[in-house]
């Protein structure tokens, strides 16, 4: 079990103890606090239901005809000096319905290193045929991979409000494969995993909320879907 930080229990309450806040926003300032904004499908639009934040929220929006391997924008977040351990929570809503990539790919938000061309790590919704839930994938060189919920895969609902926590640590050394992913989904321990291998560098950069639709490309969405994002919270060591 992590230790939790106790001034912080109730709001983001699987957020490890001795972390530093470098983030921690409500939707309307998301283009302040360092945060930027990119895209013509990413809009702010009133929602009184979003909790921890103001009646507005983060949408982007997939049209029919929308293209697979692509977000509707972006928003992101740079250190001013890498990280080799963080948590990133944040509020987010999937539209209902939603379509599905076929892949089952639904990502949702990504944690860049110093050495991007090195690959990412990524959380998505995944949908196995049945029924959602949330899972983390790597893609870097030295670790690619899909880890599926080893804890508890509790299904997502679609159309309402979910409170998503990621922990991540990067790995020791360069053979180590020490590395930690944890995430929770509205407060209930999702996955953890002990063994990942991450690049050979400094460690964290970018906080990347990025919803790309799908793992590749060739395929189109045929109906309009949305993810929508409330308040952000992002520590680290």
Not at 110 to 120: E, H, I, M, N
Request: glycine share 10%.
């Amino acid at each position: 079990m992590m230790p939790v930080s106790s001034d912080r229990r109730g709001t983001w309450p699987n957020e490890p103890a001795g972390l530093t806040v470098v983030s921690d926003v409500p939707v309307g300032a998301w283009s302040k606090d360092g945060w930027r904004c990119e895209g013509t499908g990413l809009s702010v639009v009133a929602d009184s239901t979003v909790p921890l934040s103001p009646p507005s929220a983060v949408v982007f929006s997939y049209t029919p005809g929308f293209q697979s391997g692509y977000a509707p924008g972006v928003a992101y977040y740079d250190l001013p000096t890498p990280t080799p351990e963080t948590y990133f929570g944040f509020w987010w809503k999937p539209s209902a319905p939603w379509e599905s990539h076929p892949s089952g790919v639904n990502k949702i938000a990504l944690l860049f290193p110093v050495t991007s061309a090195a690959g990412t790590i990524y959380i998505m919704m995944f949908f196995d045929g049945t029924k959602y839930t949330i899972q983390v994938e790597t893609t870097f060189s030295t670790d690619n991979r899909r880890l599926e919920p080893n804890l508890t895969a509790t299904p997502v609902a679609l159309g309402r409000w979910h409170q998503i926590e990621w922990y991540v640590r990067y790995s020791t050394t360069a053979t180590s494969r020490d590395g930690v992913v944890r995430w929770w989904l509205d407060g209930v321990a999702q996955g953890a995993y002990t063994d990942l291998q991450m690049p050979v560098d400094a460690g964290f950069t970018e906080y990347t909320i990025r919803p790309v639709w799908g793992g590749g490309v060739g395929d189109t969405k045929k109906q309009t879907d949305t993810f929508s994002y409330g308040r952000v919270h992002i520590s680290r060591r």
